[in-house]
């Protein structure tokens, strides 16, 4: 197995919580293992949840009120005081705040993927780590249904990855109706 290079542990370590470090040093030296792959692929989901927390409990309850300052700002033909009107609601009501938040996270997410992308997948559970990112995380709505439902190109592309993480279309299916 190739050994994670010092700066890609770094890189990692940087957005991965405290509890996972020791799992990630114990990963640079496991001879044949993508453990650090599978701590990654935890650590993005987990931060994809708490994007969807905040959305939920911050976000989702300003939404109706939000879109009908949108809507007036659109209806009137873009006027100043309808968008200081929106802008104003953003701001007191915490929307601009959180989706602020969703943003700081997201760079994160972004960060361990960049990093997940650096480290070579010795084994199928490696590569199939990354491949869960991806349809999860990264390419959403491009591979989700059965393979018959998708483009001819997406098909294609979908029946490569899986074969290259030793996956079925029964497993690419599951997970894309998780995401």
Same mark, same amino acid.
């Given at each position: 197995m190739q050994k994670l290079s010092r700066r890609? *542990?770094?890189? =990692?370590? =940087?957005?991965?919580? $405290?509890? =996972? *470090?020791? %799992?990630?040093?114990t990963a640079e030296g496991a001879s044949g293992s993508d453990a650090a792959l599978l701590v990654l692929e935890t650590t993005? !989901?987990?931060l994809h949840?708490?994007? !969807?927390r905040i959305n939920v409990e911050r976000v989702d309850p300003t939404r109706d009120e939000f879109e009908n300052f949108f809507k007036l700002w659109l209806e009137s033909s873009y006027s100043q005081a309808?968008?200081? #009107?929106?802008?104003?609601? !953003?701001?007191?009501? @915490?929307?601009?705040?959180? %989706? $602020?938040?969703?943003?700081?996270?997201?760079? &994160?997410?972004? /960060?361990? %993927?960049e990093a997940m992308w650096t480290m070579p $997948?010795?084994?199928?559970? @490696? /590569?199939? #780590? &990354? *491949?869960?990112?991806?349809? &999860? +995380? %990264?390419? *959403?709505? +491009?591979f989700k249904g059965p393979d018959s439902e998708l483009d001819w190109d997406n098909s294609l592309a /979908?029946?490569?990855?899986?074969?290259?993480a030793g996956m079925s279309e029964d497993d690419a299916v599951r997970l894309t109706s998780e995401a």
């Open positions: 890609t *542990l770094v890189a =990692a370590a =940087a957005v991965v919580p $405290a509890g =996972a *470090l020791p %799992i990630l040093k993005i !989901g987990e949840d708490e994007v !969807g309808a968008e200081q #009107a929106m802008l104003r609601f !953003g701001k007191e009501s @915490g929307r601009d705040d959180a %989706i $602020a938040d969703t943003d700081l996270v997201f760079e &994160k997410v972004n /960060r361990l %993927i $997948a010795q084994t199928n559970a @490696g /590569r199939a #780590a &990354k *491949l869960r990112v991806f349809f &999860k +995380h %990264i390419a *959403l709505d +491009h /979908r029946r490569l990855l899986l074969e290259y």
